[in-house]
Nanobody, 121 residues
């Protein structure tokens, strides 16, 4: 069982930056692919970024060049640095974990509770 707790959301002006953190429980964090999804009001939840258990990273086209995912296996934490934020980035951001990257992108094994990110214009 893995528990995920996000933090770092908030209100920011367009063009600003935020860093989300996701702290995971469990002793096998390094074995999991970790990632972030988001869900805007009235829209489906969508994949944003992922980090495999190795060094591979993955991004949705809409955030490439602006968001950076990283992980600190010693701290059981994954981060999402979000720069050049746009109003359309406004959503609840969810941390997710899965043993396989493919599963992470589609049906993760575990979810966090979500953290709100609001970007004002």
């Amino acid at each position: 069982q893995v528990q995920l707790v996000e933090s770092g959301g908030g209100l920011v002006q367009a063009g600003g930056s935020l860093r989300l953190s996701c702290a995971a429980s469990g002793r096998t964090f390094s074995s999991y692919a970790m990632g972030w999804f988001r869900q805007a009001p009235g829209k489906e939840r969508e994949f944003v970024s992922g980090s495999g258990s190795g060094s591979n990273t993955y991004y949705a086209d809409s955030v490439k060049g602006r968001f950076t995912i990283s992980r600190d296996n010693a701290k059981n934490t994954v981060y999402l640095q979000m720069n050049s934020l746009k109003p359309e980035d406004t959503a609840v951001y969810y941390c997710a974990a899965a043993l396989l990257v493919l599963k992470l992108k589609t049906v993760p094994d575990y979810w966090g509770q979500g953290t709100q990110v609001t970007v004002s214009s």
